[in-house]
């Protein structure tokens, strides 16, 4: 398994608990804000599998659970990925899953191993190309990933406001994903290579309030 970053401590990354996050390297998407495209591309040096669980062993005492993230953790090998749950699990630490939802029938093995899963819906489903590179097949997993979080013990949904959805783009999101129990709307921040002007937090509360027609919970993300 390759690892390509580490963050010994979290307080943002697992709601309501303080967490290790480790970083897999690979991803289908390529998101015209993502703050890991120098990982995607390749610009990381890998970590051992080894020395991180010996990190995360040493601070067990000091946290709640571990965070898988990525990139898209579902492109690494699913025994690969077994293996490193089990392996934290041992340790009776939580484990969270982050996902864009691009590989539905890994989830759907994952799904009994985890205790908290994390997907991203970056836009309605016929808008995704405004953030990243889509096809049908990918539309098609998502929607069917959508439908297993749901069923998860605990998960979100989350979307980061991208100053090219608006407010009624987000209810369409909201509608697709109706009586789901968390959605977060993160505010956009801008990178060095991607960096149109973010929504007020005024327009931000609205989104969140429209989403709220929908879902158990929505509210503004970290």
């Not at 590989?103 to 990243?132: H, W």
Request: net charge negative; aromatic share 10%.
């Amino acid at each position: 398994m390759i690892i390509a970053g580490y963050n010994p401590n979290s307080c943002v990354d697992y709601p309501g608990n303080i967490a290790s996050v480790i970083f897999l390297p690979n991803c289908p998407l390529r998101c015209v804000y993502c703050h890991n495209k120098p990982m995607l591309d390749g610009e990381y040096e890998a970590i051992p599998y080894e020395e991180v669980l010996e990190r995360i062993k040493k601070n067990k005492l000091f946290l709640d659970g571990v965070v898988i993230t990525g990139g898209e953790p579902t492109l690494t090998p699913i025994e690969d990925l077994k293996k490193l749950i089990s392996d934290i699990k041992s340790l009776n630490l939580l484990v969270k899953i982050d996902t864009c939802g691009s590989s539905p029938k890994v989830l759907e093995q994952l799904l009994p191993l985890v205790d908290y899963v994390a997907m991203d819906i970056k836009a309605p489903l016929d808008k995704y190309s405004m953030i990243t590179p889509a096809t049908d097949k990918l539309m098609e997993n998502i929607s069917k990933s959508i439908e297993l979080v749901k069923q998860a013990k605990d998960y979100e949904f989350r979307t980061t406001l991208d100053p090219k959805l608006t407010v009624d783009d987000i209810e369409t999101i909201a509608k697709m994903i109706e009586g789901a129990k968390a959605y977060y709307i993160q505010q956009f921040v801008a990178t060095d290579f991607y960096y149109p002007k973010a929504y007020s937090s005024d327009y931000l509360k609205w989104c969140v309030e429209t989403a709220n027609k929908y879902v158990k919970t929505a509210s503004r993300g970290g």
